[in-house]
């Protein structure tokens, strides 16, 4: 643990538990962190890292006195500019939060009010704890704008949010967080929902408003890539205790811990791609499509081809047309030109059309495995529609074979009467997984399927992608924005921008240069494990913007 003379954050100690009820059992108390302590002085960020549940929000939020969800401060002392604030209410508590620490949350999609403009939200903490007039917040707002690199930034705040796009909300929230000229600010997986390449713009606007203000920070992420960009020193968590903790060169280049270590060398996946043979499986042809009400292609002239046993990695920003062109190959959107063929054979561009040989043998798995099954279903009765609906199976047939895909994504028959509730993150992905391979499919389109997934989990489920289908022989279209995914599971790759197919091929040629302008600043975008990547990037985009 790192000491420091007069520290703007102490924590000692710190207990955190909360009351969970399993479904048809008694309430139980349970202790989520286990004694963590920390100091934080101000001017530096400390980076919290962990997997899904290790109790990285969980430690930020007590900087605000605050358990979220039912969860209660049990025991230990945190300290804010010399006070205990766990001895702290009413007035005070209001005082200390929006005032002397402020939070950035993972979503600002969802914390923004949709029916207020962004400047009226941006000024409202500023101007309710007296610390500016509206006139002059509104000013330090604009300053906070201009800082941040938003477009317009005299005007910008008269937008509402849904008129900006999610980098650009995203530094709204960081300057609402930044009015009120905070001690704190506590910034909760602030890029993990952003693309790549507008998660570096994100990540050095924040760089760089910690620097030009002064303030603490904490930093929560599950990407010690991203993490070692902005955090001066590392808190490595595991399931509510500090595994490590060090300055963030000596987490990222010498580790100590084999938790940490792990975490350091994540997605060490590697996959060779397989030749280019037999007839395609799945073929796209000019294919164009667009939304009902609108009268703009969203796809234009796609072109692309998956064989069988094989995986097509579709990748680029958000609204390149990566999911769209998933609602056309299921025939939720229908195209407005073109043709698809799979197994030889042309598919009605319309879902209700469809036979059901096409539905089960296209399948498709989502990326918030929380909201794609039914909480109040058990693993076995989810796992077991498919198997009701397309092969007639009951009784003990169906759950002997319920057993085998529990198995076969390395669950075990221990699950089958659980409920997703009691399932961490990566067990309901894997679920998720079963329940498409109950229909014995051809393809599954992977929809961004680890994105929301810690790295060392997010691994475990890749692997278990790339072994069922040497097993299977089925094939992946994959969408994704990560490029560490692409190079680790992918034998061809699309790239996507503004509905377009800008550079198509195996995998060695497109991530082989020379490259186009847009797959060169894709995988420039990619975190790279060491300190100064991010400055080095962001000074040879100046250097190539003053070239140009």
Same mark, same amino acid.
């Given at each position: 643990m790192q000491t420091t003379k007069n520290p703007l954050l102490q924590v000692r100690d710190l207990k955190i538990g909360a009351t969970i009820t399993p479904p048809g059992g008694r309430p139980q108390d349970i202790e989520i962190v286990h004694g963590v302590s920390f100091d934080l002085q101000k001017g530096r960020v400390l980076g919290l890292i962990g997997e899904s549940g290790a109790g990285k929000s969980t430690i930020g939020l007590s900087a605000m006195a605050y358990g979220r969800g039912g969860v209660k401060i049990t025991g230990g002392q945190v300290w804010v500019n010399g006070r205990d604030i766990l001895q702290t209410s009413g007035s005070d508590l209001r005082a200390l939060r929006g005032g002397e620490v402020t939070y950035v949350s993972q979503s600002a999609a969802a914390s923004f009010n949709p029916a207020k403009k962004i400047m009226d939200q941006v000024v409202e903490a500023a101007v309710r704890q007296g610390k500016f007039t509206r006139s002059a917040a509104e000013k330090r707002a604009v300053e906070?704008?201009?800082?941040?690199?938003?477009? #317009?930034?005299?005007?910008?705040?008269?937008?509402?949010?849904?008129?900006?796009?999610?980098?650009?909300?995203?530094?709204?929230?960081?300057?609402?967080?930044?009015?009120?000229?905070?001690?704190?600010?506590?910034?909760?997986?602030? *890029? *993990?929902?952003?693309?790549?390449? *507008?998660?570096?713009?994100?990540?050095?606007?924040?760089?760089?408003?910690?620097? #030009? *203000?002064?303030?603490a920070a904490i930093y929560i992420t599950h990407d010690l890539a991203v993490v070692a960009q902005v955090s001066d020193d590392i808190m490595v968590l595991k399931m509510g205790d500090m595994v490590e903790y060090g300055t963030t060169e000596q987490i990222i280049t010498a580790p100590r811990e084999d938790y940490t270590k792990a975490l350091v060398s994540v997605r060490s996946i590697d996959h060779q791609e397989k030749p280019a043979e037999g007839t395609p499986l799945l073929r796209v042809e000019g294919i164009s499509a667009r939304y009902k009400g609108t009268n703009f292609d969203v796809l234009k002239n796609?072109?692309?081809?998956?064989?069988?046993?094989?995986?097509?990695?579709?990748?680029?920003?958000? =609204?390149?047309?990566?999911?769209?062109?998933?609602?056309?190959?299921?025939?939720l959107l229908p195209a407005r030109q073109g043709r698809l063929s799979f197994d030889g054979r042309v598919l009605s561009p319309d879902l209700p059309a469809r036979s059901r040989e096409d539905l089960r043998e296209l399948q498709m798995i989502y990326q918030m495995a929380d909201v794609a099954m039914n909480p109040r279903q058990t693993v076995g009765t989810i796992i077991g529609r498919p198997l009701e609906f397309y092969?007639?199976?009951?009784?003990?047939?169906?759950?002997?074979?319920?057993?085998?895909?529990?198995?076969?994504?390395?669950?075990? #028959? =221990?699950f089958i009467d659980r409920y997703p509730a009691e399932l961490s993150g990566g067990q309901k992905q894997r679920v998720c997984i079963a329940r498409a391979l109950a229909a014995k499919p051809k393809l599954i389109i992977c929809d961004e399927v680890t994105s929301a997934l810690d790295p060392l989990v997010a691994d475990g489920i890749l692997k278990l992608l790339l072994n069922l289908q040497k097993v299977e022989d089925v094939a992946y279209l994959f969408i994704t924005h990560d490029l560490a995914t692409v190079r680790a599971i992918a034998d061809s790759i699309a790239v996507m921008y503004k509905g377009e197919v800008v550079r198509y091929g195996t995998k060695s040629d497109v991530l082989a240069p020379p490259f186009d302008d847009y797959t060169d600043l894709l995988l420039s975008s990619v975190p790279e494990m060491r300190m100064g990547w991010l400055e080095d990037v962001i000074a040879n985009r100046k250097m190539e913007s003053a070239g140009h």
């Open positions: 906070l704008f201009e800082k941040l690199g938003l477009p #317009d930034p005299q005007n910008i705040g008269n937008r509402y949010p849904h008129q900006v796009s999610g980098g650009q909300l995203q530094r709204c929230m960081t300057a609402l967080a930044l009015c009120p000229e905070p001690d704190l600010v506590v910034f909760d997986e602030p *890029t *993990t929902a952003l693309d790549v390449t *507008t998660q570096i713009d994100v990540l050095m606007a924040i760089k760089e408003a910690i620097r #030009d *203000t002064g303030v796609v072109n692309v081809e998956l064989r069988p046993g094989q995986t097509l990695a579709v990748v680029g920003e958000s =609204g390149s047309g990566k999911s769209t062109l998933a609602r056309v190959i299921t025939g092969f007639g199976m009951k009784g003990d047939e169906k759950r002997r074979r319920i057993k085998e895909l529990l198995e076969e994504i390395e669950m075990g #028959d =221990g």
